[in-house]
């Protein structure tokens, strides 16, 4: 997915649990509660906070969710499934 961000955003899918709903900030990564269902969202970068690599998403619930409409999800370890849903085009 780094590879293909050279080009713009990338569509993601991703489990949503129940710990999802009470996100505020920081790195997200399934703690508790069961599967709610998919949500989409848009990889927009990815970088590394204290030695934990994280993709940043545009996240579809709006700017009073999350950091101002933005989620930081665990990077390379398929948290959520993040990393199974990407959907990559070549044009």
């Known amino acids: 997915m780094e590879k293909a961000l050279v080009n713009g955003p990338i569509t993601v899918l991703f489990n949503v649990y129940e710990d999802f709903m009470f996100y505020t900030g920081g790195i997200y990564q399934h703690s ?17 906070e204290e030695g934990v690599e994280y993709w940043k998403i545009k996240f579809s619930f709006g700017a009073g969710f999350g950091e ?17 849903y990407a959907l990559v085009y070549e044009i």
């Open 68 to 84: 101002n409409g933005f989620v930081r999800i665990a990077k390379g370890q398929d948290e959520c499934q993040i990393e199974n």
């Open 32 to 48: 508790y509660g069961q599967f709610l269902e998919f949500h989409r969202g848009e990889v927009v970068g990815y970088d590394e």
